[in-house]
C-alpha cells in the first residue's frame, strides 16, 4: 500500500483466497480501513478468488448456505475497508447446463446481500473457462440477473485470448461495467500504450460509467530484479489518456 501510494496510484485491490476466509468480516475490514489511513492507499475493490467453480459447488444442497456466508462476509469487510466493487472471477473447469438456473438464483440473492453492504459484485471474464468466457457472456449472465449491483468488470486483454475485440466486447457491455481492468498483452507482443485505453474509456463514461479502473501488470524485470518501475510507466500512460 506504501509502494502503490509512492508510486501516485489511488488504491489498491487486494485478492482474497480460500486461506483469507476465515478473516473475512467488519473487524478485519476495520484493520484495512487502518492501514488505509496509514498509508494513504485505500482499499476500493477486491476479489473473491474462491468464486471460480461456484456451480459445481452449488449443486450440493447445503452450498448455498455456505457460499452466501462468504459472500455476507466478503462484502462486510470490503464496505468496513471502504470499498464498494467486489469482483467475482468467472472461471469453471466444466460448463454445465444447469449453471445459469444455478448462478443466476444465488447471484440474485447476493446481490441483495451486498446492496445491504452498498457493494456492487462484478463478474470478470475469464478466457480459459468452461462456462461464459467473455465479457458479452458475462454481460448476459448479469442481465438474467436482474440486479442494478451486479455487472461486469470488464477486463481490456482477456477476450484478445479468445480472438474477441476489445473494442466491440466494450460496446457491448459497456451498460453493465462496474469497473474495468487495463494491462498489456504479452502473448501478442502488446504493450499497454498498444491498448484501444481512450477508445474504451469514452465508451463507457458514455454508456453512464463512473467508475474506476484497475492496473493488472506483471513487473517487466526477471526474478530477483523486480521494481515497480512497470507501475509507475503505466500510470503514466493512462493519465496521457485521460484517466
Known amino acids: 500500500m506504501v509502494a502503490?501510494?509512492?508510486?501516485g496510484f489511488d488504491f489498491i485491490e487486494p485478492a482474497?483466497?480460500?486461506d483469507d476466509l476465515a478473516r473475512l468480516g467488519p473487524e478485519f475490514g476495520g484493520e484495512l480501513r487502518k492501514l488505509a489511513e496509514r498509508t494513504g492507499c485505500p482499499v476500493r475493490s477486491a476479489i473473491l478468488g474462491t468464486f471460480p467453480n461456484l456451480g459445481l459447488r452449488l449443486r450440493d444442497q447445503a452450498a448455498p448456505r455456505a457460499e452466501s456466508d462468504v459472500f455476507a462476509r466478503a462484502c462486510d469487510t470490503l464496505a468496513a475497508a471502504g470499498g464498494d466493487v467486489l469482483l467475482l472471477p468467472n472461471w469453471s473447469q466444466e460448463g454445465a447446463a444447469d449453471f445459469d438456473d444455478l448462478y443466476t438464483a444465488f447471484l440474485r440473492e447476493a446481490g441483495e446481500r451486498a446492496g445491504q453492504s452498498g457493494?456492487?459484485?462484478a463478474i470478470e471474464h475469464i478466457p480459459a473457462s468452461k462456462y461464459r468466457n467473455t465479457a458479452v457472456q458475462v454481460f448476459e449472465l448479469a442481465e438474467r440477473v436482474g440486479r442494478e449491483n451486479v455487472?461486469?468488470?470488464y477486463d481490456i486483454v482477456n477476450g484478445l485470448y479468445i480472438g474477441d475485440d476489445p473494442v466491440a466486447s466494450a460496446?457491448?457491455?459497456?451498460?453493465?461495467?462496474?469497473q474495468f481492468?487495463?494491462?498489456?498483452?504479452?502473448?501478442?507482443?502488446?504493450?499497454?500504450?498498444?491498448?484501444?485505453?481512450?477508445e474504451v474509456k469514452d465508451l463507457f463514461e458514455a454508456a453512464g460509467f463512473r467508475g474506476r479502473?484497475?492496473?493488472?501488470?506483471?513487473?517487466?524485470?526477471?526474478?530477483?530484479?523486480q521494481t515497480n518501475a512497470h507501475l509507475?510507466?503505466?500510470?503514466?500512460?493512462?493519465?496521457?489518456?485521460?484517466y
Open 171 to 178: 460496446r457491448t457491455v459497456a451498460p453493465r461495467v462496474l
Open 213 to 225: 479502473v484497475a492496473t493488472e501488470i506483471d513487473p517487466i524485470e526477471g526474478p530477483g530484479r
Open 232 to 242: 509507475v510507466a503505466a500510470l503514466a500512460t493512462l493519465r496521457q489518456n485521460g
Open 16 to 18: 482474497w483466497r480460500e
Open 181 to 198: 481492468h487495463v494491462k498489456d498483452y504479452r502473448p501478442g507482443n502488446r504493450s499497454l500504450e498498444s491498448m484501444p485505453l481512450r
Open 4 to 7: 502503490l501510494k509512492s508510486a
Open 119 to 121: 457493494v456492487k459484485l
Open 151 to 153: 455487472g461486469v468488470y
